[in-house]
Structure formats: C-alpha cells, structure tokens
C-alpha cells in the first residue's frame, strides 16, 4: 500500500572505522618481546645518510635486507660476523636489517614502477625475505626479482590458551581440521588480509574442502569470526593467554612464533596441528631489482645472500624455532615431530581472488531487517514453537555475531500495519556500539527481538511494498563504505492486491541501482514460502541472493550464512 517513509530518515555516523587488528603473533615474537627490531611500513629513505656517513674505521657501503619481522633476529645472528668486513674500494660493509611487513615491501614494488632512478631504487631493499612466496608472486613486475631459495619453513598452527583449547575440546590427540576450528564462531584473531597466517586459514579452508559452495560458506563465517576476535582490542588476545583464559580467541600462527612466545613466558600458549594438514611458510631469499644496481653492489648483495644460505646459517634458523628443508622438527614441548601433511598454496591469480573476496568480506554492513509479523508467523514450527520465535532466535544469535562497528536497523511488515502502510519502524539504521536508550543500539535491538512474539498482526503479508520502501530508505543513506543490505524474513507470499505488483518493483529495483548499491538478501521460511518471486526481487539489485529455510528449524544457519555473504 502507501509507501512513506516510517519515521524520519537518519543518516548514518559517518565515524572513522575502527581498524583494530588482533596482536600479530610473528610480531611480537620477533619485534617486541624477544629482541627489538623496527617493524611496519617500509621506510628505507634513512640509508641514503649512511652512505655517505664515515666513522672511525672507514665509510660504510650499505646492503639493506627486509626481512619478515620474525625472520629479523636470526638474520641478524647470521650476518654479524660480516658487518664491519672491508671491501676493495677501502670501505667497510654494512647490512642494515629491518623488521618489515611483506605486504609493505610488495606496496613498494609497485609504487617504485620501472626501478630504475635512483630515487626509486633508494626506496627498495637490495635482499627481501618474506614469509611466504606467495607475496613474491605479488609484487610488481616492473622490479626483476631473482629468488636464492628458501631460507626455512614454518608450518601455520591454531594458537590459543590451554584453558580455550579444553573449552574448545580440543588435544594433541584429537585436533579438529579447518572448517571446523575456524567457523564455529569462536572468535579468531588475525588480519585475513595482510597477515600470512591469516591468508593460509583462508588457503586451508580451500585445500580441505575445494572450491565449492561449503568452501564460500566456510570463507564467510570465518570472517564473521574474525570480526569478533578482531574487536577486542590490540594486546588483549595475548593478555588472555598470560591469563589462560578460556575467552582466549584462537589465533592462526606459525609454530616457530609459537615457539618464541613460550620462551618469553607465555606457559599456557597452546598449538594444535589441525588434522587435515597446515600450510606452511617458506621465508624465500629474494634479490631486489636485481640487475639494476651495478656491479660492485650486485656482487655484495650476492655475497650478503650467500652468508644467508650457507650450512652455518641453517643451524641459526633452526635454533630460531624453524624448520630446514628436511622437514626436522624444531625442539619445544608439544611440537609435532613427524613431518607434517602439507596443505598446497594457491596459484597468484587464485591468491589475488582471494585477497579481494577477504577485504569485501571484511567490509563493515548496514543492514535494514524486514520481519513478517503478519497472522502466519504464529503457525507452529513445530511443538511450543511458533515461527515468528525461530526469527527472534535466529536474528538475536545473528546480531550478537555482528561486530560492533557494523549498523542495523529493523522494520516489522504485514498488511496494513499502521492505518494504510504496511510496514513500521522498530529501530533505526544504527552502528551497534552507538547510544540508544541509556545503553548500546545493540542491546537496544535485541530487546525490540525479544518481544517480537507479541507484535504479530491479523492480516496478510505485503512483500512488494515493504521491499520498495526499504531499498528507497537504504538507497536514501547510501554508505559508500560499507556493504549496504536489506535482509527480508518471511513465511509467506505477498498478499498486498492493491499495492505495487511484482514486476512493478522488479523494474524500480533495476532502475535504482545507479543510486547505491544496496543489496537485498530475501529468506523463506518453510515450504510455503513463493521463492521463485522472492528470487526475482533479489536479482534485481546487485548481488542480491535468495534463500529458502525449508525446515524452519535451520533458519539461524541461513541467515548467519547470508549475512556472511556478499554476493
């Protein structure tokens, strides 16, 4: 029926998102509390002063190595009897090592174009050893790159405290595989984007379960996961296990950081060896615009390279805690000493696909929720259970899933709700953390859920209205930022006779597109549902998707599984 706005629009709070990344493990191992190395962006523009820069001795000729920051302290070790050596031309080597993402290092291929001024060169490593060869395949082609093999390996574990691992129920002896550690909804803690280990949760997830329906399912609850275990703070994952907190996220790791957090003091650090097998990080040695230097320069990086793979450097790196190309296992209390099933890395156009399906994953929601409440909704599920209570359910688990800086809002529907509208607002479109009520918008909506059993209304379910109203408000509120989505929950058809026909808001649902991309997720509760309709309203905007609950007992696993998704 009539199609006016209920309430007044809000626009959303255009607040900074809160970036808070979990603790990175590697990091910290490495950079903080083992030794202190610099680490984050790469910044090598201090060098240029060294070159020039003299000393007692003689003027130093600098080799700048990147390293992944938990690689530095091991090179470091390697390369000490080297720093001071004196050259031919009568100055002395220098190796300045520093600590850097890998992800950082791939930035500065790619901003350093053809690599062949001076000042682009300045802005690169001369040797660069990632954690993984995965961001090699990354980096910009422009820069030659030339790979001296791998250093060591380090397979990718579950890290969380002793007391998470029992509530968790997991051991040694009976360690759980990938899709069911990780998307259980425990929150995990790791950067699925830029963190290594974080990328071979997503890689494993694939290996185990192909590149199939349950594989994206899998991918989108870990992100969900991810944004909970990501929401509580910088230091807290590690705060938890100097605890041994049984509220300890599982953190993707490696086994050598693992090994270097224990020795630090953290007892209760626990690793669990997923039963399905772990990637494994391979720390290549890789020489930097390689053949751009000159000669004299080419010849040390070489030679700072072949320090770096000779047999003596091999037992540095294994006492570092990792492991050498014979697969040995490193000592420390519960390392797994058989060789462990290693789970294969992707191909670079399949870990580009993959990066871009995280970060849209990773992308804040707002989300606009349409709730039948029409006469049908009190129809039993079954026993003692109506349908409009599995909605209550399955919306309450899925907002206590949702991060806080996500937005939310809710409107209910039925035919003629309030005088000649059919649908009426609940709440607004709201970031979950804001204040309403003298608490959080959050428990302020969950409330509102709570007494939704008591809202149901006589009277038939308009569909095509609500829907037309919802998109226009969402449309009207665009946050380019953010995945814009309308989430429909109802049992039935639309029943609406004098209101916008079905094709009528197919062709306005089209047509609108060009004024935000908001996207429609259409569920159906049980078998009565009209879905080939409700999947007509969702193609219509983009990347819109319909589902059908047939059993009304499984509609909590839809609607997390949707809102997860994006497309």
């Not at 390279?305 to 190309?325: D, K, M």
């Amino acid at each position: 029926m009539g199609r006016h706005t209920p309430g007044s629009r809000r626009q959303p709070r255009r607040r900074g998102r809160r970036l808070v990344a979990a603790l990175a493990v590697l990091a910290v191992a490495s950079g903080g509390a083992v030794v202190a190395q610099r680490t984050g962006a790469l910044d090598l523009s201090f060098v240029q002063t060294l070159r020039g820069a003299t000393s007692a001795d003689c003027t130093p000729t600098v080799v700048r190595v990147a390293a992944s920051p938990a690689m530095t302290p091991a090179v470091n070790a390697v390369l000490a009897p080297a720093q001071g050596r004196a050259l031919s031309d009568g100055t002395c080597l220098r190796v300045d090592v520093q600590g850097v993402d890998p992800d950082q290092v791939v930035a500065a291929t790619r901003a350093a174009k053809a690599a062949t001024l001076p000042e682009e060169l300045a802005r690169l490593p001369h040797l660069w050893i990632p954690d993984s060869s995965i961001w090699v395949a990354r980096a910009a082609r422009a820069v030659p790159l030339a790979r001296e093999g791998s250093l060591a390996t380090s397979p990718v574990v579950l890290s969380t405290s002793e007391a998470s691992a029992k509530a968790l129920k997991w051991s040694t002896d009976s360690p759980p595989a990938w899709a069911q550690a990780v998307t259980t909804g425990w929150p995990v803690s790791v950067d699925l984007t830029t963190d290594t280990c974080g990328l071979a949760t997503a890689f494993a997830l694939r290996a185990s379960l192909g590149e199939t329906a349950q594989y994206r399912r899998a991918l989108a609850a870990l992100s969900l996961s991810v944004s909970q275990g990501n929401t509580v703070g910088l230091q807290a994952p590690l705060d938890l296990v100097s605890e041994n907190s049984p509220a300890t996220p599982i953190m993707p790791s490696t086994e050598q950081a693992v090994l270097a957090l224990r020795r630090t003091g953290l007892a209760s650090l626990t690793m669990i060896y997923p039963k399905d097998g772990s990637p494994s990080l391979d720390y290549p040695l890789v020489r930097v615009a390689d053949g751009r230097w000159g000669a004299t320069t080419e010849a040390l990086v070489k030679s700072v390279a072949a320090e770096l793979t000779s047999s003596g450097a091999g037992a540095t790196y294994a006492a570092q805690g990792f492991r050498l190309e014979d697969g040995a296992a490193p000592d420390g209390e519960g390392v797994r000493t058989e060789k462990i099933r290693a789970l294969p890395v992707p191909d670079a156009k399949t870990v580009s696909a993959t990066i871009t399906a995280l970060t849209t994953l990773a992308a804040p929601t707002r989300m606009l929720a349409l709730i039948d409440v029409s006469t049908s909704m009190n129809i039993e599920a079954r026993p003692g259970v109506k349908r409009i209570d599995l909605v209550r359910d399955a919306a309450t688990a899925a907002l206590k899933a949702l991060p806080p800086d996500n937005s939310v809002g809710a409107w209910m529907f039925a035919s003629r709700i309030e005088g000649d509208v059919d649908y009426k607002q609940l709440a607004a479109v709201d970031r979950l953390d804001a204040q309403d009520q003298g608490g959080t918008h959050r428990a302020a909506i969950l409330a509102l859920l709570k007494a939704l059993p008591g809202q149901t209304r006589d009277g038939g379910t308009s569909i095509y209205d609500t829907v037309d109203a919802a998109v226009t408000e969402m449309q009207a509120s665009y946050d380019g930022r953010a995945s814009n989505v309308v989430v429909l929950l109802t049992d039935g058809r639309n029943l609406d006779s004098t209101g916008l026909t079905l094709d009528e808001v197919v062709s306005r649902l089209e047509k609108g597109r060009s004024k935000g991309a908001v996207r429609l997720i259409a569920i159906g509760i049980g078998g009565d549902t009209d879905l080939p309709s409700l999947r007509r309203l969702a193609e219509a905007t983009p990347g819109g998707q319909a589902y059908q609950a047939r059993d009304p007992a499984d509609l909590q696993a839809v609607l997390l599984e949707a809102l997860a998704s994006r497309g």
